[in-house]
């Protein structure tokens, strides 16, 4: 082999180093890219499971709250209930004392 085939054989040997080097990168490139939208994708699924959680406990927490306001204004209720006809039993009893005191 020739001075000039040696040259030629290490031009063609660096030619496909450039190419094998481009092809790497293109693909690194490429790699990069599709773990990039891998994470997005994941990000969005773990905040969509958290945001979807987060309802599920506040509405949970409202339903908590609803049934112990409910039962908080059903005894409220029955205690006002409760005086109310306390009061109405004791009202004649009140008027009569106080016309009697007057009358003394």
Known sequence: MGKADVLKAIKNAEKEAEKTLENAEIKASSILSDARVKATEILQKSQESINSKSRAMIDEARS?????ADIVTKEGDENIQGIVEKGTKQRKKAVDSVIDSFMK
């Not at 908590?64 to 112990?68: G, M």
Request: aromatic letters at 0%.
């Open 64 to 68: 908590n709250a609803q049934s112990e």
